[in-house]
Nanobody, 128 residues
Framework: QVQLVESGGGSVQAGGSLRLSCAASGYTSSRYCMGWFRQAPGKEREAVATIYVGDNRTYYADSAKGRFTISRENAETTVHLQMSSLKPEDTAMYYC?????????????????????WGQGTQVTVSS
């Protein structure tokens, strides 16, 4: 059974930075994806960034490109989301997600495939 444990998040002023971390357990190979979704009050849930553990292939939502960086610790099943130049519209509950990808990184595209495992969520609040 896959488990995801998140850490990080909190409150920051606009223009500041935060780092989210997520540790995964339960996978027996590197053929899986991890990433982050977010949901703000009254808005739909959206994918932010994903990474394929097998080769570090990444995906970023347009809103995250140039400001957020997703990375993986080698030999560790931990993924980080470094968020910079934060804006008030980045305020949301951020969820760590994962899914298996036995056929490779193209199966990590959150626009096409469903992520089956979710963390408990961590709040990010950006004040203006």
């Amino acid at each position: 059974q896959v488990q995801l444990v998140e850490s990080g998040g909190g409150s920051v002023q606009a223009g500041g930075s935060l780092r989210l971390s997520c540790a995964a357990s339960g996978y027996t190979s590197s053929r899986y994806c991890m990433g982050w979704f977010r949901q703000a009050p009254g808005k739909e849930r959206e994918a932010v960034a994903t990474i394929y553990v097998g080769d570090n292939r990444t995906y970023y939502a347009d809103s995250a490109k140039g400001r957020f960086t997703i990375s993986r610790e080698n030999a560790e099943t931990t993924v980080h989301l470094q968020m910079s130049s934060l804006k008030p519209e980045d305020t949301a509950m951020y969820y760590c997600v994962s899914k298996s990808a036995p056929l490779g990184g193209r199966w990590c595209d959150p626009r096409r495939y469903v992520y089956s495992s979710w963390g408990q969520g961590t709040q990010v609040t950006v004040s203006s």
